[in-house]
Each structure stands twice: as C-alpha cells, then as structure tokens.
C-alpha cells in the first residue's frame, strides 16, 4: 500500500525533464499557435520468462494519474490549490501497471542498451543484449509531447535474475516487478478501465499475436 502525504498543487518550476513550449505557424493561410511540452525519447520492454511462462512487469505509483483520476472525481475543472480534498483519494488509484521502460537520458548508451539497464535495473535481470528484439517505435502524447517511444522484446530465465529489482533508489523510485501468466493478462485486458497506458496493452496484444505459445493463448479463450 502506498503512503502518500501532505500533497500540494501549484506552478511548475524549471524542470530538467519537461520543457514547455509554443510553437507558433501558418497552416493553409491561417496564423495558428500550439502549446506542447519537449520529453526524452524513451524505450519500453515486454519480458517473457521463459521459466515459468509469466510476463514481467513494473507497478508504481503515477503522480498524474493520481491527480487526474481525484480531479475528474471531484470534477476538478482547474488547478487551484486546495480544491481537491486529497483525504478522499486512495494512493492507489494512482498506481499502474507497466511494461519495464526508460528514458534516453545518456547519449552514449544505444536504446538497445538502456532497454538492458532498465531491465536489470528494474526487474532484476540481467539480460544479454543479444536478446534484445527491437518491434517498433511510434509517438506518444501527440497533442501534448510527440515524444518518440521504442519497444523492444526480451526473453528471460530464472538463471538471469540477479536482484529483486525495484529500481534506483537514489532516482526517487519505488517500482514493484509484477508476474501474469497469459491467461490472467488476457483477464486483465478485458476489464472496462485498464489502469495502464496505450502503449502498454498495444505491447500485450503484439506478444499475444507474435510470441505467446498457442497452448497458453487457447488456455486464455
């Protein structure tokens, strides 16, 4: 269980990971202007234990989602300090499930090669990067950010697992690493709210098309 406390809402100072902008353009004659935020490119992982047959993911706390799901409950329409009684909002409702991901934030490391540090760092294990498999890349937060996310897929042993994983504490995370078999996946996918971003169930669906053994998919149906 997560504790969250003294929570406060107020103006951004300078931050080293989002930097605001306005772009401003001429789109077919007519003056336009578009407000947006500059990210680190990232990558994301789909590990597949090969062991035991689970998936591995992170779980964490989100501070955005906890602030939007209170906000949207409390039909919140701005961010005036106070408005929100923050005693009404579980923690966990700010808690989701994702794949193991990063930020390119060390030019000298390949997307390939933080992927490898995310997972170690993470989940616990210490992949070779031969076993890295690059899928796709797309964009995300295309009103807000455009930011460009990389996806790789990796398979691991139990022989690989070096540590707990839980990430870098001196980063400020608290990650706990998630196990599901293909069939609790399948049972997670098919509830009305998914607390878990896009590119998160796009990843499940391409391991389900790509790489799930048939006996585990049909054991889903």
Known sequence: MEQIENVKVGPMPPSQFLKPFRLEFTQNGRKRFWDFVKLHESVSIIIYNTTRNVLVFVKQFRPAVYYNTAATAQSVCNEVQGEIDWSKVPPSSGVTLELC??????????????AKQEV???????????NFQYIISYRSGI??????QNMF?????????????????????????????????????????????????????????????????????
């Open 101 to 114: 991901a990063g930020i390119l934030d060390n030019p000298k490391l390949s997307p390939k090669e933080i």
């Open 120 to 130: 170690l760092e993470e989940c616990g294990y210490d992949v070779p990067l031969e």
């Open 143 to 148: 009103g807000v950010s455009g930011d460009k």
């Open 153 to 221: 897929y990796c398979e691991v042993t139990d022989q690989m697992k070096v540590s707990e994983g839980g990430g870098l504490a001196s980063e400020g995370e608290f990650i706990d690493v998630v196990e599901m078999t293909i069939p609790e996946v399948r049972n997670f996918m098919s509830q009305e709210l998914v607390p878990s971003p896009g590119g998160f169930l796009f990843g499940l669906m391409w391991f389900l098309a790509n790489k799930a053994p048939a006996e585990e998919s049909r054991s889903g149906n």
